[in-house]
């Protein structure tokens, strides 16, 4: 005779813990998705920037934009993260930080200096 399993019939997203490493590993596909989706608006803001100084002008007026500064402090937030999160999974790669207690602390300080640094830039450009 089998037993029915009790499974659940509504799964609470917010009741959830992932431990700080998940956390990690899903910023860093997030941000490698959002880094990769603006690359071709980078390619196209450089070109114009460099066709004449009154495009660059107003590009420089775009950058000014509050809903602009917004977008360029979250990919800065991106890019931060996901550098210090590669270079994490990098040394993981080489057997530095395997264990639990060492993984969870690089997990937090790849976390907290990506915060640092997203916050350092978003006082430098709103300010």
Not at 9 to 20: D, Y
Not at 32 to 55: H, K, W
Not at 59 to 70: F, G, P, Q, R, T
Not at 101 to 127: D, G, H, K, T, Y
């Amino acid at each position: 005779m089998q037993l029915k399993q009790q499974r659940p019939k509504f799964l609470n997203l917010l009741k959830i813990h992932l431990p700080v490493t998940g956390i990690t590993s899903i910023a860093h596909r997030i941000s490698g998705v959002l880094l990769f989706l603006a690359i071709p608006g980078f390619i196209y803001l450089f070109q114009l920037s460099l066709r004449d100084e009154s495009t660059f002008n107003g590009i420089s007026e775009l950058l000014a934009n509050s809903a602009v500064k917004v977008i360029v402090t979250l990919l800065v937030w991106a890019l931060a993260h996901h550098l210090l999160a590669g270079i994490r999974y990098l040394l993981t790669d080489i057997a530095i930080g395997l264990d639990l207690p060492a993984a969870r602390a690089s997990a937090w300080l790849v976390n907290s200096a990506s915060a640092c640094i997203f916050l350092l830039i978003a006082v430098v450009m709103w300010l």
